[in-house]
């Protein structure tokens, strides 16, 4: 798979639910970081997680970061039809890597009301 | 609280024109970026820019594009001779810290449609 990669790449739940998705990716990064995408609109930051943390919390959100198995979780607890978007896992690779965000091709995230 | 800005939000261009996309960073934020995301795929790192100079740029970013912050507020992404490949989303980014602990915040992005 390719640096940031998120699974699934769709999913639909009933509102209340929760909804995890993962990301994996390929080399060392200083961190990894969380947005959402509603359809054509901008990124919106939700959470960042530096390479020595294992887990983070913000509101209903939290993420994990497994750096052995380079790899993420993102769990949205108690999901709202708001929550409806596209979700995407950054990183940045460490080592001299680019300053840029490499990103995945994201989850597209369905709220049934 | 205090957002990336983004001007226009929606661009038409002629191929082989000269564009210029605007972008206003939040006010305190030291590095800046620009990314595009051509219609269902991956956001792409373009360029980082700090302290008045490229920092950084991807193999996407050659000479037709350019990069500048003509001011203390602005930060333009230019591209000299528009192709139909260049027909893309462009999001500027900017961080108050270094790519390796900070944050990035994007703007709302503008959408660039080359005819």
């Known amino acids: 798979s390719q640096q940031g990669e998120e699974d699934p790449q769709a999913l639909s739940i009933q509102e209340g639910e929760n909804a995890t998705m993962n990301c994996s990716y390929k080399t060392s990064i200083n961190n990894l970081q969380w947005y959402r995408q509603n359809s054509g609109r901008g990124l919106v930051h939700l959470i960042l997680?530096?390479?020595?943390?294992r887990e983070k919390h913000s509101g209903r959100l939290r993420v994990t970061l497994d750096t052995s198995k380079k790899s993420s979780s993102l769990l949205i607890t108690a999901s709202r039809a708001a929550d409806t978007a596209s979700y995407f896992c950054a990183t940045r690779e460490s080592g001299g890597g680019a300053d840029g965000l490499t990103f995945g091709k994201g989850t597209h995230l369905i709220i049934q009301p | 609280e205090p957002e990336v800005t983004q001007t226009p939000s929606h661009q038409v261009t002629q191929m082989g024109q000269e564009v210029i996309l605007r972008c206003v960073p939040i006010?305190?934020?030291?590095?800046f970026y620009w990314y595009r995301q051509i219609l269902g795929q991956k956001v792409e790192f373009l360029v980082s820019?700090?302290?008045?100079?490229?920092?950084?740029k991807s193999e996407i970013f050659d000479d037709q594009f350019s990069v500048e912050r003509p001011d203390g507020s602005n930060f333009t992404l230019k591209i000299r001779s528009t192709k139909l490949e260049d027909s893309a989303m462009y999001f500027c980014?900017?961080?108050?810290?270094?790519?390796?602990?900070?944050?990035?915040?994007f703007g709302p992005g503008t959408r660039l449609t080359v005819t």
């Open positions: 820019f700090y302290n008045n100079e490229i920092s950084e």
């Open positions: 997680i530096r390479s020595n943390e």
């Open positions: 980014a900017s961080s108050r810290r270094d790519p390796r602990t900070g944050e990035q915040y």
């Open positions: 006010s305190n934020h030291l590095y």
